[in-house]
């Protein structure tokens, strides 16, 4: 295992290739390599992830070591010279590619990781042009495709462990494993259960985190093809604020590119009727759960009902959702009942929109491009068919949507800009901020600041931007003390009177990502810790967010997100409207639809659930 590194500890020089650097005394290798430059390849290694030196593909020479050593695991805790090439190593490289080779049963050009698999990249970088220790002639597995977001083939699997690790470091699911010995050695669940009754969460980071194509999500595209291709569906399709920002780097595009408006325009051209924004539905989300919580304070702080469930979680995510159901049943009842963006706007599609177009709702076709494959589980749980039909038909990852691309000939960066579709128009700057984490938060703050206190937010945040709510530090905790209230606005007077109940507390927020980090608050909160006393908490299920989510491009790692999230705060600080409580569409919305305002029956009935002890199966 590799020594943590001591940042006060004494500096050690080392001579890499011939270049000098001096590194902290704990320094791995291959961290000292990279930091002047020098490449060294890998296969199990990952950013994310804790090195554990088991595909052999980084080992280096050491002066006076007899055997080579594996670069990532190796620390430096002395003076050495290091060789990084070398025939012997370039020779040990190319016979662990070639016996990974050798198992690796399957046709690179009909994988769905073809040109984007680092076991193909590195065959062709070492010039491996034959299989010199044979191949499989057959699969060996069955390709487990049971479950509503993943599919398993572990014939394409190279034991490298980055999606048990992935699983347990990051997401602290523990669903994969490793089984076996020897030849007989393979990655399986618990239990060699399928993936439709493992415990797991369908978060997908196993698929971001595989090198090759032993790990996809449930391909859809054909059946929105057949959708698109019938003339007598009435296709839609909302996109979710974290693909926009990734998108283009599957067009050669840097991370955090954003493409919004000529996403809209590509998604006409494959074919769909109306393209609208996620980011309108966030912001019903937004005064929904952001009334939802006025209301369990009050009860709270009035003593109406000081038994109330706080503090309350976030209901957006819905790997989380499945991971309170594994894990924290008990806690259910903590649990906003305010469904997704997605789920909220499926709703409106097959009921608001429907009757405004005059459309059968049994022949709108709704599809949802998300950055995650647990949105796919989401939008077939039964529940969710409050419009009388299944809400959501379809949810496609980012990597189908450039599928679609691809197969239309489009070239994304390339396509003019293009606007949303009415009635549901611009969204604002508070729904674009959902993709990032924290983003939830933020635009719940934005909110409720201004509905209590009846002041603009930007007279207690610049430019309106809540900076303690943002970074990617995988718990956070931030405190806003409401000193003075205004009057109750019209949207909220079918609910209260006045606010004077919520004068002089001081509102205690909590953000986690990544559900290792949701466990810790979760163990926290049952006992009795720092986060117990929160009022409002936002969790996500992946590692920096939607933006992390596990249907977004492949690689992944913290700059990527960072850039990505760059992008997403860019967007935001551009809107003219920021505010959820803003949208135009939105009031209209209630002025038209919801007339009894948020919260109310009607809209508990489209836009709520509630969230009963299960197995996880279902919700």
């Known amino acids: 295992m590799v020594m943590p590194v001591d940042t006060t500890a004494d500096a050690i020089t080392v001579t890499i290739d011939g270049t000098e650097v001096t590194v902290p005394s704990g320094t791995t290798i291959l961290a000292a390599a990279r930091s002047i430059g020098v490449r060294i390849p890998t296969l199990c290694d990952h950013p994310d992830l804790r090195p554990v030196g088991i595909c052999r593909i980084c080992m280096v020479e050491i002066e006076g070591v007899d055997c080579l050593q594996t670069a990532c695991t190796y620390p430096i805790t002395r003076p050495i010279r290091i060789t990084t ?19 690796h049963y399957g046709d690179c050009n009909t994988c769905k990781r073809n040109h984007n698999c ?39 699997c190279i034991l490298c462990r980055r999606c048990v690790r992935a699983c347990n470091e990051l997401q602290d699911v523990g669903c994969l494993t490793l089984t076996g010995r020897g030849e007989n050695a393979r990655i399986s669940t618990f239990g060699e259960n399928m993936l439709a009754t493992a415990v797991c969460i369908e978060c997908g980071q196993c698929i971001n985190h595989c090198p ?4 996809s999500e449930v391909d859809q595209t054909d059946e929105v093809w057949t959708m698109l291709d019938d003339p007598t569906k009435h296709v839609v399709i909302q996109t979710a604020p974290a693909p926009r920002a990734s998108i ?23 074919g769909f009727d109306a393209v609208f924004d996620t980011n309108f539905s966030a912001d019903l989300t937004i005064i929904e759960e952001g009334t939802e919580l006025l209301q369990r304070l009050h009860q709270s702080l009035t003593g109406e009902s000081p038994a109330t469930q706080l503090p309350q979680l976030s209901s957006c995510c819905p790997g989380w959702i499945k991971y309170i159901e594994y894990f924290y049943p008990e806690m259910l009842p903590l649990l906003s009942t305010a469904k997704s963006p997605q789920q909220m706007f499926g709703a409106m599609i097959k009921t608001y929109y429907a009757e405004k177009r005059g459309i059968d709702p049994k022949n709108i076709v709704s599809v949802a491009l998300m950055p995650c494959t647990a949105k796919k589980f989401e939008c077939s749980r039964p529940e969710m068919t409050a419009s009388g039909f299944q809400d959501v038909d379809f949810a496609i990852t980012t990597r189908e949507l450039v599928k679609m691309m691809r197969e239309s000939g489009i070239d994304l960066p390339k396509m003019p800009k293009s606007g949303f579709d009415e009635p549901f128009g611009d ?12 983003g939830v938060m933020e635009a719940a703050l934005r909110t409720v600041l201004e509905l209590v206190t009846g002041k603009k937010v930007e007279s207690f945040f610049e430019n309106a931007d809540i900076i303690p709510v943002r970074g990617f530090e995988g718990i956070r905790l931030a405190e806003l003390p409401v000193t003075e209230v205004g009057p109750v606005p019209e949207l909220l007077s079918h609910l209260f009177t006045d606010f004077e109940w919520l004068k002089g507390v001081t509102l205690r927020v909590g953000i986690a990502h990544g559900t290792a980090n949701i466990h810790k608050v979760m163990e926290d909160i049952k006992n009795g810790g720092i986060f117990s006393t929160c009022h409002f908490i936002e969790m996500m299920a992946c590692p920096g967010g939607c933006l992390g989510g596990g249907g977004q491009p492949i690689p992944t790692s913290p ?30 919305i209630y002025r038209e639809f919801l007339p009894e305002g948020p919260c109310s029956h009607k809209a508990h009935a489209l836009l709520h659930t509630h969230y009963t002890p299960r197995d996880g199966s279902s919700g």
């Open 85 to 103: 090439t070398s025939s012997a190593i370039r020779t040990a490289r190319r016979h662990i590619l070639e016996m990974l080779l050798a198992t």
């Open 118 to 156: 680092e076991l193909q990249s590195l065959a062709a970088e070492y010039g491996i042009d034959c299989f010199r220790f044979g191949r499989p002639e057959a699969p060996r597995y069955a390709i487990d495709g049971s479950g509503a977001s993943i599919v398993r083939d572990m014939n394409k």
């Open 212 to 215: 090759t194509g032993a790990l």
């Open 248 to 270: 283009g780097e599957y067009f050669g595009l840097e991370p955090g590119t954003p493409l919004t408006f000529e996403m809209n325009t590509a998604i006409r051209r494959i």
């Open 427 to 438: 969204p604002t700057g508070s729904g674009v901020i959902f993709g990032a984490t924290g």
């Open 559 to 588: 700059e990527i997100r960072a850039k990505r999230a760059k992008a997403i705060y860019s967007e935001d600080a551009h809107y003219v409207v920021r505010k959820s409580h803003e949208n135009p569409q939105v009031l209209q």
